[in-house]
């Protein structure tokens, strides 16, 4: 009992360390992706503030293009000067011109100059099919440490026109978001060299930093990388955090306050139990069988019964049922059966009378159920009883091969095995055949389907059927009335139990009632005696 007091607690206390840190782990992840969120948002912002000025450059530059196309064909001595004059018309045209066949014939930064178009932007000329493309270079001829955007459009006639615009405009917006938010940026257009802030002053990315973002103008080819500090990422998410804070010492103050009310209702309820035990607040009620072939009682089932210091009853399928959840059916049945003990000291019973035991999953997969039961079996074997362990189709669910083991070492002492409420449960018929079972006992359930003496009830009949071709004794459980208990003895029922033939009684009236009913049939009980409401019988 100790061990699963133990046990108890550590899980309290496992469930209250739960339930304090839940809210703080939830609002620390959700801070986390609020925050991831939040920097996307402001990359986005950026990125797309910097392809708005990109996109306004490009529409200055292909409408220079554009005018400088007119002057197309005409001798550079014609057209140098405008050309100069377009050059210093915006402050980012680093030089605008013609050209022939990729051939510079005309610029304004060098006037008739001739040179190649590569020259000019110190690499080969892009693999272009198209009549307008613009590119980011790494410098020009005339200013090669600094980047620069090629604006070139071609006709087909083999003429063409160009602008190159300085990156420097770019780049010191970058700087300046660089410097505001620390992000780095980097700038293409078409397949070009990527126009970016110096690579040295960028932080190296760390473990929070979220994916870079890649997004792109959608008039013109640019593409636009940007990508955040680890740094801001911490930042944020410590002020959502922050802001999550209250909120989650609250939820956690009242999960652990809900918690320990539930933890102290459910000790208490243990505590309860073990008071009552110690108290001896606890009876053993027996309900008579009665052997329909041989015509008298069989044995009796075993029942817990609780009445509490001021009178009151607790119902056994309540305390049961709480105690199975509590861990505390194992040290209740021990008590159950030092009590049937104490109680069959001053019994005489006919020999084979069979003391039914009502026996919970949880003991029957405990490793020390055969040793208590043989125990048991000891102390009561002055009686020469048969004792019938009472199984729910549940408790042979789980560990079935080694519950099977056990029962059929049991069985072998001479002890029997009754499945009961059988049809309740979700068990498989295979499991009929899988263990070593003697008794079924049909719950009261299916015998109430019983409406006349010559009715059908497929159900109950196909229950029956099915024993009698598992060779397993049929008991009828709940039997209330003598028309169900004659329909039974037609359909080949060998045992009955219910308040028909005996409720169940304490222990100070069961020898006498043994005594006195042990040999009346059930369909004559009326005429013998009649019960109280506590389920005792009184004779008459
Ligand atoms: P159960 O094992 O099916 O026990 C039969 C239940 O049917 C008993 O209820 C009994 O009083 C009731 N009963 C018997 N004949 C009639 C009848 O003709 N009409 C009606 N309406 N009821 C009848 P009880 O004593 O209230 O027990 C309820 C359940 O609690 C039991 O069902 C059993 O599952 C559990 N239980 C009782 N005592 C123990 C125990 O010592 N150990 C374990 N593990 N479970 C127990
Ligand atoms: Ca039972
Ligand atoms: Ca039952």
Same mark, same amino acid.
């Given at each position: @009992?100790?061990?699963?007091?133990?046990?108890?607690?550590?899980?309290?206390?496992?469930?209250? #360390?739960?339930?304090?840190?839940?809210?703080?782990?939830?609002?620390?992840?959700?801070? +986390?992706?609020?925050?991831?969120?939040?920097? %996307?948002?402001?990359?986005?912002?950026?990125?797309?503030?910097?392809?708005?000025?990109?996109?306004?450059?490009?529409?200055?530059?292909?409408?220079?293009?554009?005018?400088?196309?007119?002057?197309?064909?005409?001798?550079?001595?014609?057209?140098?000067?405008?050309?100069?004059?377009?050059?210093?018309?915006?402050?980012?045209?680093?030089?605008?011109?013609?050209?022939?066949?990729?051939?510079?014939?005309?610029?304004?930064?060098?006037?008739?100059?001739?040179?190649?178009?590569?020259?000019?932007?110190?690499?080969?000329?892009?693999?272009?099919?198209?009549?307008?493309?613009?590119?980011?270079?790494?410098? /020009?001829?005339?200013?090669? =440490?600094?980047?620069?955007?090629?604006?070139?459009?071609? /006709?087909?006639?083999?003429?063409?026109? &160009?602008?190159?615009?300085?990156?420097?405009?770019?780049?010191?917006?970058?700087?300046?978001?660089?410097?505001?938010?620390?992000?780095?940026?980097?700038?293409?257009?078409? =397949?070009?060299?990527?126009?970016?802030?110096?690579?040295?002053?960028?932080?190296?990315?760390?473990?929070?930093?979220?994916?870079?973002?890649?997004?792109?103008?959608?008039?013109?080819?640019?593409?636009?990388?940007?990508?955040?500090?680890?740094?801001?990422?911490?930042?944020?998410?410590?002020?959502?955090? +922050?802001?999550?804070?209250?909120?989650?010492?609250? #939820?956690?103050?009242?999960?652990?306050?809900?918690?320990?009310?539930?933890?102290?209702?459910?000790?208490?309820?243990?505590?309860?139990?073990?008071?009552?035990?110690?108290?001896?607040?606890?009876?053993?009620?027996? %309900?008579?069988?009665?052997?329909?072939?041989?015509?008298?009682?069989?044995?009796?089932?075993?029942?817990?019964?609780?009445?509490?210091?001021?009178?009151?009853?607790?119902?056994?399928?309540?305390?049961?049922?709480?105690?199975?959840?509590?861990?505390?059916?194992?040290?209740?049945?021990?008590?159950? +059966?030092?009590?049937?003990?104490?109680?069959?000291?001053?019994?005489?019973?006919?020999?084979?009378?069979?003391?039914?035991?009502?026996?919970?999953?949880?003991? +029957?997969?405990?490793?020390?159920?055969?040793?208590?039961?043989?125990?048991?079996?000891?102390?009561?074997?002055?009686?020469?009883?048969?004792?019938?362990?009472?199984?729910?189709?549940?408790?042979?669910?789980?560990?079935?091969?080694?519950?099977?083991?056990?029962?059929?070492?049991?069985? %072998?002492?001479? @002890?029997?095995?009754?499945?009961?409420?059988?049809?309740?449960?979700?068990?498989?018929?295979?499991?009929?055949?899988?263990?070593?079972?003697? &008794?079924?006992?049909?719950?009261?359930?299916?015998?109430?389907?019983?409406?006349?003496?010559?009715?059908? /009830?497929?159900?109950?009949?196909?229950?029956? !059927?099915?024993?009698?071709? #598992?060779?397993?004794?049929?008991?009828?459980?709940?039997?209330?009335?003598?028309?169900?208990?004659?329909?039974?003895?037609?359909?080949?029922? !060998?045992?009955?139990?219910?308040? #028909?033939?005996?409720?169940?009684?304490?222990?100070?009236?069961?020898?006498?009632?043994?005594?006195?009913?042990?040999?009346?049939?059930?369909?004559?009980?009326?005429?013998?005696?009649?019960?109280?409401?506590?389920?005792?019988?009184?004779?008459?």
């Amino acid at each position: @009992m100790r061990s699963v007091l133990k046990n108890t607690r550590l899980k309290g206390a496992l469930l209250l #360390l739960a339930a304090a840190l839940l809210p703080l782990i939830l609002s620390v992840a959700f801070s +986390l992706f609020q925050a991831q969120k939040t920097v %996307q948002r402001q990359l986005q912002a950026n990125a797309s503030i910097l392809i708005n000025q990109a996109d306004s450059i490009s529409d200055e530059a292909w409408n220079m293009v554009s005018r400088i196309r007119q002057l197309e064909g005409q001798p550079c001595e014609a057209i140098e000067q405008q050309l100069q004059r377009y050059g210093t018309l915006y402050a980012y045209f680093r030089s605008v011109g013609v050209t022939s066949a990729d051939l510079i014939t005309c610029s304004s930064a060098y006037g008739g100059e001739q040179a190649k178009l590569e020259t000019m932007i110190r690499q080969p000329l892009p693999a272009m099919n198209k009549a307008w493309w613009s590119f980011s270079v790494a410098g /020009t001829y005339g200013v090669p =440490d600094r980047p620069a955007v090629l604006f070139y459009r071609r /006709t087909p006639t083999g003429y063409g026109s &160009y602008a190159v615009v300085e990156a420097q405009y770019l780049m010191d917006f970058m700087r300046a978001i660089y410097e505001q938010r620390g992000y780095q940026i980097s700038m293409q257009f078409g =397949d070009g060299y990527p126009i970016s802030t110096q690579s040295g002053e960028i932080q190296a990315p760390s473990y929070l930093s979220p994916a870079p973002l890649k997004t792109q103008s959608t008039r013109y080819p640019i593409h636009v990388t940007v990508k955040s500090t680890g740094s801001e990422i911490a930042d944020v998410w410590w002020q959502t955090f +922050l802001t999550f804070l209250p909120m989650a010492l609250i #939820l956690a103050v009242m999960l652990v306050g809900l918690l320990v009310t539930w933890l102290k209702r459910r000790m208490s309820f243990a505590d309860d139990m073990r008071r009552a035990i110690a108290h001896g607040e606890f009876a053993v009620w027996y %309900q008579p069988v009665y052997n329909i072939e041989l015509g008298c009682c069989a044995g009796a089932e075993a029942l817990m019964r609780w009445q509490r210091p001021n009178g009151e009853w607790v119902r056994p399928d309540v305390f049961i049922d709480a105690a199975e959840r509590e861990g505390m059916i194992i040290p209740l049945t021990h008590h159950l +059966l030092d009590l049937i003990a104490r109680d069959a000291k001053n019994w005489t019973v006919p020999p084979g009378f069979h003391l039914g035991i009502n026996v919970a999953a949880e003991h +029957l997969q405990h490793p020390d159920f055969v040793s208590d039961i043989r125990d048991f079996a000891v102390r009561i074997a002055h009686l020469n009883a048969t004792i019938t362990l009472e199984l729910t189709e549940r408790s042979l669910i789980q560990d079935g091969e080694e519950v099977a083991k056990r029962l059929a070492l049991l069985q %072998q002492e001479g @002890m029997r095995i009754a499945i009961d409420d059988f049809g309740t449960g979700h068990c498989a018929l295979s499991y009929l055949e899988q263990f070593p079972l003697d &008794y079924l006992k049909i719950d009261k359930g299916f015998v109430n389907t019983i409406e006349s003496e010559h009715g059908e /009830t497929p159900v109950l009949e196909a229950i029956i !059927s099915l024993s009698h071709r #598992l060779k397993l004794e049929v008991l009828a459980e709940g039997v209330e009335s003598a028309m169900q208990y004659r329909w039974l003895r037609e359909h080949g029922v !060998s045992f009955i139990q219910g308040y #028909l033939y005996a409720r169940p009684m304490p222990n100070a009236d069961l020898m006498r009632w043994m005594t006195s009913y042990g040999h009346v049939a059930p369909d004559d009980m009326s005429l013998h005696g009649s019960t109280n409401r506590a389920g005792i019988v009184i004779n008459t």
